[in-house]
């Protein structure tokens, strides 16, 4: 399987070489970079990439980020699954 290109910049990524990058290998890096300091194409790259059940086991795991991208992601994954939503993500 060939992995997509994403919307990720060096500016969002600054601290590592963004070649390197690994949709995979670096999943919880990426999600919680894009939530705490993502723009709203990266955020819809993440849902369709990863799909709303990996990033909800994501929230879910109470990962340590900051507050507001906390807040951030916690509100979207829980008001998706209420809502029955996915459309965000197109």
């Known amino acids: 399987m060939e992995t997509p ?5 060096q500016s969002l990524f600054w ?14 890096f ?5 939530f705490e300091r993502g723009d709203i ?3 819809r790259f993440i849902f369709k990439y990863y799909g709303l059940d990996r990033i909800s086991a994501f929230v879910e795991s109470k990962p340590r980020m900051d507050k507001r991208g906390f807040s951030f992601a916690e509100n979207l994954v829980l008001g998706m699954k209420e809502n029955n ?3 965000f993500c197109y």
Request: without cysteine; charged residues 35%.
């Open 30 to 34: 990426i999600l919680k970079r894009v």
């Open 5 to 9: 290109t994403h919307p990720f910049t």
């Open 85 to 87: 939503r996915t459309d």
């Open 41 to 43: 194409d990266q955020i």
């Open 15 to 28: 601290d590592i070489n963004l070649a390197e990058l690994d949709l995979e290998k670096h999943e919880v």
